[in-house]
Structures are given as C-alpha cells and as structure tokens.
C-alpha cells in the first residue's frame, strides 16, 4: 500500500515536471473532468461545451479523434489541436496549441471513459513558428541577393546555391548543377592552393574564372569564409561571388577612352604647337573679329590672344587711311561680307617686335552662324616685309643686270679698239723701225713699241684677272716686306708713265724703312692701276703718290692698316660718277680709252682684305684722290 502510494506521487510528480494534464472523458454521462491538472474550467462539463473551445478550424478532427474513441474504433489515439483559454466569454480567444494523446477504458467490452493526457506547446510551436520564419526571411535575403552566395559542406560539397550564383556559374538547371555538385571545393583551382582542407581561412580574391564545362567565362571577385561554431567545429562553408565582367570591361572602357582622350590632347598640342611654329616660321599670325563682341583679336598658335582691339581702333592700325579696304572698315559689318585680301602697310601693332611699319598681306575670310548672321570674320595676316625687301633687290639687281648687259656690249665694241690700237702702232712702228738709221729715231720707236706692249699686256692682265674673280674668290698672299723700299722702287717703275713735262709726279714715303707683312704683289697693281688712270686723265699739274700706317675702326676696334693714295689735278669725277667708279665695265665717258674694269679689280682686292677703297673728287675738272685701305 505504501509502495502504492510512493508510485502514484512519483507519477504526480513526473506529470507536473512535464507539465502534462490529465483528463477523463466519462462517455456514459458524456462529461469532462480533470484528472491531474487543471485544464478545464469547470471540474464537470459537457462533452459538446467542451467541443465549443476548441479551435473551430480543428473541431471536426477533434470530434472523430474522440468519436473513433467512443466507439472503439481506436484504442489509443492522438490529436493536434487550438484550445482557447479565455474562459471568461468575452474579448479575443486565447488560443493555446494543445498535444493530446487518450487511451479508452472499457468494461465489459465497450469503452466508458477516455482517460487522455495534454501538453501544452504553444511556446515549442511559437519557437517553432519563429524559427521558421527566419528562416523563411534569410532564405529570401539569400535568394535574392545581387551576389551570387553559396554553402559547401565542411567536406567541401556543394549545399546550396543562390539564384545570382547559379546564374553567374551557368548551372544546367534552375535550381541544382550535376557537375557542381559533383565537383569538390577542395580540388578546383585555386582553393585547392589555398584552402586548408582541415581549417580553411577566410580568402578573397579577383580573377577571371573559366569553367569550359559550362561555358562560363567571367571576371570573379570571390570571398570564400568558413563558419565555425563556438567549439571552433567547421559548420560549413559560405562562397560569395560578384561578376565584375561589367565594372571590368567598363573600367577597361575608361581607361581606353582616357588613353585615347590624352593621344587625342597631345594630337592636338603637337598640333598647335606645330602650328604656331608654322604661323612663326612664316611671320604669320591668326586673328578673328567678333562683332558681338566689338573686338578684334591677334592669336599665338590657336586660342592665345597676344593683342585685341575694339573695331574702332581697328582701322588705326593700318597706314593708308585712304585705301579702299581700310576706309571700307568703318562700316565693318558691311566691309567683312565677302573674303578680302589685302597688301600694304600696317603700324607694328601686334608683334611690337620692332618700330617700324611693316608689310603685311591679309587674308580675311567671313563668318556667318547657322542662320546666315554675319558673325565676324576670320583670317592670317602675313608680315611680308622680306618678300617686299626682296622684291625691291630684285628690281635694283634686274636693273643693274641690264645696265650690265649693256655695259658689256660697249664693253666688247671697246676691246676691238682696245687691242687693236696697241697692236696697230706696235705692227706699224716695227715695219718703220727696219728703214731708220738714227739711233735716237730708233730708240724713240722701241719706247713706243714698248709701251704698246705693256698696255696690251695690262689690258690681257685686266681681262684675266677680272674673269677669274667672276668665277671664285680672290687669292690673297701676304709675304714679308720692307714696304718702304718696295714703294719706292714701284714709284720708279712708275716714273717713265708720267711723260707730260706739265705734269710733276711727286712721291710721298714717310717711311726711311718700313717690315711690314702684305700682298706687295696686288697692293702695287692697286696703286699702279691709280696712277695709270691719273696719267690717263691729268694734263697739268701733279700727280703724286704716298702711303702711311693708318688706324681705321674695324667691327667697333682700332686696327692698324696701309693707306695707299694717288693724288692728281686732272678731269676729277662727278658726284654722280663716283658710286659707279668701282663697278665693272663702268667708263665716264665712252669713247675715252680703257675698258672700266681695273678699278673694279682694285675693289675685289680690298674687299678680299676686308679693306676699303674710295675716291675723293669735289667734281669735274677738280682732280681726284684714289685711295686705299687694308688692315695689317
Ligand atoms: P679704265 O680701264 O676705263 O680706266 P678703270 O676701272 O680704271 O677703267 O676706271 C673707270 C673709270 O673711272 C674710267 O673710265 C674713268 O672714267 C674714271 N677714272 C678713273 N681714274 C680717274 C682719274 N684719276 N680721273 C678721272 N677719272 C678717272
């Protein structure tokens, strides 16, 4: 009895650990009461109001669980079912999730109670509700998230796959992939280089993925994390991919664009700075005039303005006021309609490079928007002074090659006569020279043969000399001289020429000895061919011939040279003769003997010595002064 008594508390008390109820169904009275617990409101209630408290959703159910009960269909039976607690009839139900599991009783064969114990779990099915919809909601965050997420096993198998990443991997279906599923984390490149099969770390990385099996062929930037749980056990592995094929081929794009966008900038610099050494090189320059704007602007190369002015001072700019084009500028909107091109004289402006007016060519080019609104024009102007200048020396040297060419005409009539002349009386006091007998008639004719002779030969010496310079440089040979001396045997040699007793021949040496190093040779022939002309021209009077050492300034310095000069009192030489005396062929006067060349051959020497020559005359029958200077 009392063992009894301790098994029935043992099983009082292992009902409430568990928090079971215990109740009875007495079918012949067709009432409810507790048994252990209190599950029901009242301690003797009909069968159909207990009916009325469960959930109207479960009642049937309820009602057959009891009824297959009842009538001994089953002996033992289990229901789910809602059961509301609010007892007190008023406001919301309070339903509870109730477990109960009966069992019949029977006497004489036919069931008289149900005896059925019921668990409350309408906490186990919250829990349960709750974990379900969690994961109903991470389900939807990894199925609809813009990565591609995926779990393998700690064994590295393939679990799940998100819809992104079924995408990205081209899976064969829409929800599973044989060949992913068959392929181990562990053995694909590069986890397999990575990943610790017995501990993977965490591991990023960006690549392009290849999977020829499925055609996959994309730029990848993968993160792969193990998750572990609190005792450090690998629970499994989550591998996160984002195609960046996009951002990829975009990123690329820019850089291409930025690539090409700066060959396109340093195109364009090369370009400009091309141009403006064009424009430079060839004194050019852009302008544009905006008559909105009321300006007119000078450019360096494209777009760098260097000078602007209003349209109003525009017109200052040029010299000629009273040409056409530059009158036409004070109605520009008229002046600009057409393309004009305009030559003349414009004021140093613009480049303010130098003072002086300047000769410019402007092209000028009109400039209408897409209505045909006259906008302003455009155009280069040209700083064409070189080309004027040029231009000008091709005039002066046209002339001169005329006069030239004319001179060389009188030039070949005067040679005939030139040689002929000598030649004539050398023929004809030869033949004279056999039939006289006096001595001194003899001697007189020999002189005179003699002096036809050395004129024939200065003039073949002129001619040679004169066409050798035409064909090259002159040959300068100084040597070493007493020049005292050697002046004073040239005078000596020179003293038979001056024939006319009204002319006295003066010599001028300054110098009893004189080392100086020159080109003795062509200094004589210089002062001989002054003194040849002297005799030519001077009837009375003098003639005189001198040197000194003389300092002239060379390239800003003191420079020691020789001055030769011969002094005479004959024809003199016109101011407007005296520029010419030293060009070739040039002659004052015609029909006077000589053939105009030996000054000029004098002039060559002196400019090949960097010297000078010149001559001082006040006018005709003034006398002149030859003279000449080379620098030591
Ligand atoms: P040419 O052989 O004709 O004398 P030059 O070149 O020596 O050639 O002289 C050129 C011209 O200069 C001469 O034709 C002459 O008209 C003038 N001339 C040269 N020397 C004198 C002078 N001393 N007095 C006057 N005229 C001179």
Redesign the pocket.
Known sequence: MNIMFDEQQAMMMALNISGNHVMCFNLKENRVYDLHGKAMFGNNVGIEVCYTYIHPDDRERFRTFVERLKDGTDKVGECHYRWNYNYSGKGEPDWHDMYGRAMAEYEDGKPVNIIATLTDETEVKRKEREVEELSKRYRSIFENSIIGMSFYSPEGWLLDANRIMRQICHFDSDTSDEFFSKMNLFDVMPFNEVLDRDHPDDYWACSLSIVPEREMRVYLEISVHPIYDENGKLMYISVTANDVTEERNMYLNVMENDARMKKINEAIKNYEAELRYMLQASKMQSWRISLERDTLEFYNGLNTVVRSFNLKQMQKIFVDQEHEFVKALSNPSEALKKPLVYVGQMYPVVTQSSTEKQWVQINCIPEYDAHGTLLGAFGVWRNINDLMRKQDQLRNETKRARESGQMKTLFLANMTHEIRTPINAIVGFSEVLSSLTAEDEKKEIIQIIKNNCDMLLRLMNDILTASSLESGQMDIKPVDVDFAKAFNELFESLKPRVQNPSVEFIKDNPYATLPIKVDVERVSQVIT?FVT??V??TNQGHIKLGYRIEARTMNGKQHEGLYAYCE?T????SAEAQPK?FERF????DF?Q???????ICKAFTDACHGDIGVISEGKEKG?V?WMWIPL
């Open positions: 061919n002309n002297a030519k021209y005479d004959g024809a003199g030489i005396i040039f002659k004052v006067n006077v000589g053939t105009g060349l030996g000054l000029s002149s030859f």
